[in-house]
């Protein structure tokens, strides 16, 4: 049967595109903050945390302006090549953005920069995939989350897949014997143990922020 020309799909999302005129602040922005701070940061970020990340900012805010924006339309502010560059150099900026990075404008000094930086350590759950920081053992009896509330029961056939020793007693979702989740990380070079997609559950991974501390790269 032939598909009826009035048969027309109606998108009903009120989402608006990011058009031009948002790229273009985008770039006046980045422009205006070259002019204004004197030092500049290309950074690296992973395992982002938006309150973490927020609270950072707002430390820092006195002193420092963050851009995480789309990698090419920063380029263009700075400029891809020599000729179209915004300042002296800044084409060497535009071929660091790639993945994952940032650009971080200060007033501060790379000492002063790390030095405020270092205090940002916070506690989170881990994800699946990342390296264990320690030993995770659970312990026989009731099983609780971060937060020390009941497991919700419709976990248990899962634990069960991954070799835990649970069980379902009466809506509750007990261990009967003590079960080590997984290694710490081993002391051997190179040598690391992922946590597999169950360990999110009950781990706690001790993260520094971005790594900005220790992997923050000056530009001269």
């Known amino acids: 049967m032939p598909k009826s020309k009035r048969n027309k799909v109606v998108t009903l999302a009120k989402t608006e595109k990011k058009g031009k005129d948002r790229k273009v602040s985008l770039i006046d922005s980045v422009r205006e903050a070259i002019d204004l701070y004197p030092h500049l940061y290309v950074f690296r970020y992973k395992n982002m945390r938006n309150n973490a990340f927020k609270n950072m900012k707002d430390a820092i805010k006195d002193t420092s302006k963050v851009f995480l924006g789309s990698n090419k339309v920063m380029q263009v502010a700075f400029g891809r090549d020599q000729e ?101 990380l081993s002391h051997r070079p190179h040598a690391s143990y992922p946590l597999p997609a169950l360990c999110p559950a009950f781990a706690r991974s001790c993260m520094p922020l971005l790594g900005l501390a220790k992997e923050v790269r000056g530009l001269p």
């Open 84 to 184: 179209s560059e915004y300042r002296e150099n800044l084409h060497v900026v535009s071929e660091r953005l790639s993945g994952f990075t940032g650009v971080l404008f200060t007033q501060l000094s790379r000492e002063e920069l790390v030095e405020a930086l270092t205090p940002y350590e916070e506690m989170d759950f881990a994800r699946a995939g990342q390296t264990a920081t320690e030993t995770i053992t659970k312990e026989a009896g009731p099983l609780v989350d971060g937060k020390g509330d009941p497991m919700a029961h419709t976990i248990e056939p899962k634990l069960r897949q991954h070799g835990m020793p649970a069980k379902l007693d009466r809506g509750v979702v007990e261990l009967l014997a003590p079960y080590k989740v997984l290694p710490a």
